[in-house]
């Protein structure tokens, strides 16, 4: 089955850095990724839809600027949280998508910012 | 756009008995209605999936239901085990390619 790779699972980082996720699909090449960050015991809220080669689609209320989303090929996107906050602490959740592979999700990244 | 709705948010059952989560949908274009599992600390995994030209699926314990008249579809486990315990989300697209919607999740205990 189709496989995502999201590296690293999971990151602690100082107040004021940047942090990058990476979504790879691993044996598809994928349409469009999205991203999700979830907050402890709720449902997934999507950040952001990104096709490769254009501008990501933000949701309404994600800040552009802050999070970042760069999909640079048909198997790669990463997000990187920039100026991160310990509000930015979540757990971000990438998944590929491809008509004949559906949906995967990544592994997902705990992200914690002390 | 899409609404997805879910039920119960959590769930307790003894092991042996059967669990259900149901999901309504509000947009008549959603054709596609995967369910995922999700445990704790990793990303939902694809358990079961129905298409809206299929009234149900089934894959040993596990099966799904849809009603498309009504909107809204199913899940059932049968013979429940300690390790079915976990988060599990419906959604609904339109087709494979496209943007999900996700339910709210409903958290499954199965006690031993």
């Known amino acids: 089955g189709a496989v995502v790779s999201q590296h690293p699972s999971r990151v602690i980082c100082k107040s004021g850095t940047s942090v990058k996720i990476e979504c790879r699909s691993l044996?598809?090449?994928?349409?469009?990724m999205f991203w999700y960050r979830q907050f402890p015991k709720q449902s997934l809220m999507l950040m952001a839809t990104?096709?490769?080669?254009?501008?990501?689609?933000?949701e309404q209320g994600v800040e552009k600027d802050k999070f970042l989303i760069n999909h640079a090929s048909l198997t790669l996107s990463t997000l990187t949280v920039t100026s991160a906050h310990p509000e930015d602490s979540s757990f971000y959740i990438c998944?590929?998508?491809?008509?004949?592979?559906?949906?995967?999700f990544g592994s997902g990244t705990r992200l914690t910012v002390v | 756009g899409e609404n997805v709705e879910q039920h119960p948010s959590t769930l307790s059952v003894q092991e042996g008995d059967s669990a259900v989560i149901k999901c309504t949908y509000s947009?008549?274009?959603?054709?596609?209605f995967p369910w995922y599992k999700q445990e704790l600390g990793k990303g939902p995994q694809l358990i079961i999936d129905?298409?809206?030209?299929?009234g149900e699926k089934k894959d040993q314990r596990i099966a799904v239901t849809l009603n498309k008249t009504a909107k809204h579809f199913s899940l059932h486990i049968t013979e429940t085990q300690p390790e079915d315990s976990a988060v599990y989300f419906c959604?609904?697209?339109?087709?494979?390619?496209?943007?999900?919607?996700f339910g709210t999740g409903t958290s499954l205990t199965v006690i031993p």
């Open positions: 998944s590929a998508s491809a008509r004949d592979y559906g949906y995967t």
């Open positions: 044996d598809f090449q994928a349409t469009t």
């Open positions: 990104s096709n490769e080669g254009s501008k990501a689609t933000y």
């Open positions: 947009d008549s274009a959603s054709n596609y």
């Open positions: 129905i298409r809206s030209n299929v």
């Open positions: 959604a609904a697209s339109e087709n494979t390619g496209n943007q999900f919607y």
